[in-house]
T-cell receptor, first 116, second 113 residues
Framework: GAVVSQHPSRVICKSGTSVKIECRSLDFQATTMFWYRQFPKQSLMLMAT?????????EQGVEKDKFLINHASLTLSTLTVTSAHPEDSSFYIC????????????FGPGTRLTVT | GENVEQHPSTLSVQEGDSAVIKCTYS??????FPWYKQELGKRPQLIIDIRSNVGEKKDQRIAVTLNKTAKHFSLHITETQPEDSAVYFCAASKDTGRRALTFGSGTRLQVQP
């Protein structure tokens, strides 16, 4: 099956710093990648959708200047949390979908971000 | 946009019993309904999915039913085992636009041995 990796798996940073999370599709070309945030004991909330070579589409209430998304190639999307604050601490998960009629999204293993 | 509601939020069953989780959706254009199992700190794993041209789908102990008219779909797990204990999420999407998934709020299933 299709494999999606995420790096890092865990990161701890100080308040005010920026953190970059990478999402890679290892064995297929991901025309679309999705970024989700999941707080403890809650559901996955879609933050943004990115398509290779174009600007990301952000969900209502998600600050695009704070959560920078770059989908530079068909196998890589990055999420940068700028000027992180403790309330940004969460589990960030990406998913990727290939071209064509395949509905399925393939999820990365997630990144646990802790801002101190 | 799409809104997916999921019930119950927690479910405790005895090993060997059946478990049923129900979801409703709001957007009649949605036509893809996957179910995911998520263990603590792990990625969601697709366990079964159904498209709107099908009313029921079964895979061993897991089945999903879809009622398009009522806009609800359900997950059925038979002969539950302790390893079925996890959080289960339903989701919905459509095959136009961004094809993003909208998730339900999740059900924490506990199977008591």
């Amino acid at each position: 099956g299709a494999v999606v990796s995420q790096h890092p798996s865990r990161v701890i940073c100080k308040s005010g710093t920026s953190v970059k999370i990478e999402c890679r599709s290892l064995d297929f070309q991901a025309t679309t990648m999705f970024w989700y945030r999941q707080f403890p004991k809650q559901s996955l909330m879609l933050m943004a959708t990115s398509n290779e070579g174009s600007k990301a589409t952000y969900e209502q209430g998600v600050e695009k200047d704070k959560f920078l998304i770059n989908h530079a190639s068909l196998t890589l999307s990055t999420l940068t949390v700028t000027s992180a604050h403790p309330e940004d601490s969460s589990f960030y998960i990406c998913s990727a979908r290939g071209a064509g009629a395949d509905y399925e999204q393939y999820f990365g293993p997630g990144t646990r971000l802790t801002v101190t | 946009g799409e809104n997916v509601e999921q019930h119950p939020s927690t479910l405790s069953v005895q090993e060997g019993d059946s478990a049923v989780i129900k979801c409703t959706y709001s957007d009649s254009a949605s036509n893809y309904f996957p179910w995911y199992k998520q263990e603590l700190g792990k990625r969601p794993q697709l366990i079964i999915d159904i498209r709107s041209n099908v009313g029921e789908k079964k895979d061993q102990r897991i089945a999903v039913t879809l009622n398009k008219t009522a806009k609800h779909f359900s997950l059925h797990i038979t002969e539950t085992q302790p390893e079925d204990s996890a959080v289960y999420f339903c989701a919905a999407s459509k095959d136009t636009g961004r094809r993003a998934l909208t998730f339900g709020s999740g059900t924490r299933l506990q199977v008591q041995p």
